[in-house]
């Protein structure tokens, strides 16, 4: 499980929700402002911590030759039912299976067949394993939506401020895009203290650029599109972060 979320990996999953085919990292480094390469570094990293399991196809079986859908509610024991899980998704005709937190109806199989016939045999295969199913319904349509809390609405246009963690005593932790044109683009960071655009109790804790995560000096260089970490014990001020967003 992974603990905390930025504004760039919701964004990243948002898209890949509404629309994994057509979603490209160009389309979503433009929203969130990074580069390109941050985002499918960062997609990479969403699939290593099993964040993003798999990419799939919504099949309307309706509209391929008619094919029934069948919806079957089952209970089973809990020390049963992470082993019924994989040995009914194992069955031929069942598309997908679900295991609830609850003491009934605590796994739902989806099924389909050509006929009912054909879904009468899947649900009897399922019974045999010893899923006890007390309900059944022929699904007539499903929709699938990204979650809204993920989406871009709500956030400002430009909004620099990509993660933000208030911690204990007043310290923040902020990470911030750098947008094209920001007063700290192109650079050093010793040249951003010297002109004040960095507070000198700011200490700046990473900067990730493409796939690359780089350890802050003082002749390393701002440029647009990087994602910054900025750590202050007092807060990071509005100054700090406006030093970082579109003039």
């Known amino acids: 499980m992974v603990d905390r979320l930025d504004e760039v990996d919701k964004r990243i999953i948002y898209h890949l929700v509404r629309d994994a085919r057509n979603t490209t990292a160009p389309m979503v480094a433009d929203e969130v ?14 699939e290593a911590d099993g964040v993003i399991r798999g990419y799939h196809a919504h099949i309307d079986y309706g509209h391929a030759e008619g094919r029934l859908t069948n919806l ?12 019924l ?18 003491g009934t109806g605590n796994i739902h199989v989806t099924t389909v067949g050509e006929d009912a016939q054909e879904l009468s045999r ?39 401020i990509a993660d933000f963690m208030s911690l204990s005593g007043g310290a923040e932790v902020v990470e911030v895009s750098v947008a094209p044109g920001a007063e700290i683009d192109g650079l050093s960071l010793r040249e951003a203290n010297e002109r004040g655009l960095v507070a000198s109790d700011v200490l700046v804790v990473s900067v990730e650029r493409d796939e690359s995560i780089l350890t802050p000096r003082g002749d390393t260089e701002i440029r647009a599109d990087d994602l910054v970490t900025l750590f202050a014990r007092g807060g990071v001020s509005d100054g700090t972060v406006a030093a970082f967003s579109e003039e």
């Not at 089973?76 to 992470?82: T, V, Y």
């Not at 009914?88 to 609850?102: K, T």
């Not at 045999?128 to 809204?148: F, N, S, W």
């Open 33 to 46: 402002h990074v580069s390109a390469g941050t985002i499918n570094n960062r997609i990479k990293q969403l």
């Open 72 to 83: 079957l509610v089952g209970t089973a024991s809990i020390d049963e039912r992470e082993r």
């Open 85 to 102: 899980t994989k040995q009914i998704a194992e069955v031929p005709g069942v598309v997908n299976v679900r295991q609830l937190m609850c």
């Open 122 to 160: 899947v649900t009897r295969d399922i019974s045999e394993m010893g899923l006890e199913v007390e309900d059944e319904h022929l699904l007539q349509h499903e929709e699938y939506r990204p979650y809204h809390a993920f989406g871009p609405a709500g956030r400002r246009e430009r909004q620099s």
